[in-house]
C-alpha cells in the first residue's frame, strides 16, 4: 500500500515537471536565418518559389514569406525590411520642405 503511494507521487511529480519544462521551452524560429534579400534578387529574376526555395535550401513557405514581407514594406513606404521583419516602428521625421501637401498649403499662401 505504501509502495504504491509511493509510485503514485512519483508520477504526479515527473508530470508535473515535464508539464512545467514544457511550458517553460520556446519554440524556435528560423525567420532569422534566412536573408529574404537574397530570396527576392532570386524571385525578382523570374524564378518560381520552388525553384528559389531548392536553390536556397529553404522551405518554399520561407519563400512566400519573404514575398509578403517586401510587399508590406513596399506598401509601406518609409519602412525599410528589417523593420519590416521585426514589426517595431521607427519614427521617421517628416520632410515637410519636399512634400507637395505643405508646399500647396493655402495657410501659407498670403496676398
Known amino acids: 500500500m505504501v509502495i504504491r503511494k509511493i509510485?503514485?507521487?512519483a508520477a504526479s511529480a515527473m508530470l508535473v515537471a515535464t508539464m512545467v519544462f514544457a511550458?517553460?521551452?520556446?519554440?524556435?524560429y528560423a525567420a532569422t536565418k534566412?536573408?529574404?534579400d537574397a530570396v527576392m534578387n532570386e524571385v525578382n529574376t523570374g524564378k518560381h518559389a520552388k525553384d528559389v526555395a531548392k536553390d536556397l535550401s529553404i522551405s518554399t513557405s520561407s519563400v512566400y514569406k519573404c514575398k509578403?514581407?517586401?510587399k508590406a514594406?513596399?506598401?509601406a513606404g518609409t519602412k525599410t525590411s528589417l523593420q519590416a521583419?521585426?514589426?517595431k516602428d521607427v519614427l521617421v521625421a517628416p520632410a515637410a520642405a519636399s512634400s507637395p501637401a505643405a508646399a500647396a498649403s493655402p495657410a501659407a499662401k498670403t496676398k
Do not use: H
Not at 23 to 28: I, T
Open 73 to 75: 514594406a513596399a506598401k
Open 23 to 28: 511550458a517553460s521551452a520556446r519554440p524556435a
Open 7 to 9: 509510485a503514485v507521487v
Open 34 to 36: 534566412i536573408d529574404c
Open 85 to 87: 521583419k521585426t514589426g
Open 68 to 70: 509578403r514581407l517586401a
